[in-house]
Nanobody, 126 residues
Framework: QLQLVESGGGLVQPGGSLRLSCATL????????IIWFRQAPGKEREGVSC????????DYADSVKGRFTITRDSTQERVSLQMNDLKPEDTGLYYC???????????????????RGQGTQVTVSS
């Protein structure tokens, strides 16, 4: 049973924008940090961004800083990832994930998770 559902992916040209959304279907998840990962074919999983419980703190991979923005709505049940100035190297399957008892974004890029969504495909190509 999915506890996280992503949407918003698609095909976009370089320099374009997309807004991904992650909906949490289990109420417990609104109390935990949410991480966005991406997986490209033949590459290791990469932690893209993270937002803490309450949206107090955020963190980004160096490769997306200044281009991506992560936010959390007032219900804490929906997390968005605004992606601007997209590049071909941003292509991949993007999925959100979380872990029980994980409130801040410490070491988010190496974090193991209890829940993840199925992901949404982002393809940046001309």
């Amino acid at each position: 049973q999915l506890q996280l559902v992503e949407s918003g992916g698609g095909l976009v040209q370089p320099g374009g924008s997309l807004r991904l959304s992650c909906a949490t279907l289990q109420s417990e998840l609104k109390y935990y940090a949410i991480i966005w990962f991406r997986q490209a074919p033949g590459k290791e999983r990469e932690g893209v961004s993270c937002i803490s419980y309450g949206g107090i703190s955020t963190d980004y991979a160096d490769s997306v800083k200044g281009r991506f923005t992560i936010t959390r709505d007032s219900t804490q049940e929906r997390v968005s990832l605004q992606m601007n100035d997209l590049k071909p190297e941003d292509t991949g399957l993007y999925y959100c994930a979380s872990a029980r008892g994980y409130y801040d974004c410490s070491n988010y890029d190496r974090r193991e998770y209890n829940w993840r969504g199925q992901g949404t495909q982002v393809t940046v190509s001309s």
